[in-house]
């Protein structure tokens, strides 16, 4: 993964360098992930770049349901991005020692067009999302499957 990332960084064009990863202590230099705060935000920065809220569409996914007995994932809903937040640097103790390493949350907060509605109530907890298209050709939820009785 790391050097995939270094390589994927070279052709974006973004500005990671291996120079920054940390050398010490030993087990961060022998790491398979990208360590240095300013590589991991410049990464997940390009990673969500290309997601334009009101474009972009957020699909959930089931790893596992009863409804199928494999390892693939399941996408259960499809929305539309209405808003995508700002990566976050962790928090740290006000007494962490100058030079401490510092990393990014690999998560990125987003908002998205999945709603209640009062025609066509959905409870998320105990029960499957069906997805058709529109006639204006946006993802709709239209049916929900209790997965118990």
């Known amino acids: 993964m790391r050097e995939s ?8 064009n973004l500005d990671v360098s291996e120079e920054r990863e940390p050398k010490q202590p030993a087990f961060l230099a022998r790491t398979a992930w990208i360590q240095d705060h300013d590589n991991q935000r410049a990464l997940l920065d390009a990673f969500s770049e290309r997601a334009v809220e009101e474009e972009s569409l957020t699909f959930f996914y089931a790893k596992r349901t009863p409804l199928a007995d494999d390892d693939r994932r399941v996408i259960i809903a499809v929305g539309l991005l209405k808003h995508k937040g700002k990566v976050e ?23 998205h067009s999945i709603r209640q509605d009062a025609a066509n109530p959905i409870s998320w907890a ?3 999302c069906l997805i058709t298209r529109s006639s204006n050709a946006r993802p709709k939820m239209t049916r929900s499957i ?4």
């Open 5 to 12: 990332g270094f390589e994927i960084a070279k052709n974006l």
């Open 89 to 111: 640097q962790y928090k740290y103790a006000t007494d962490a020692p100058k030079g401490h390493l510092r990393a990014m949350m690999w998560e990125r907060p987003i908002q």
């Open 126 to 128: 105990g029960s499957l």
């Open 146 to 149: 209790p997965l118990s009785s």
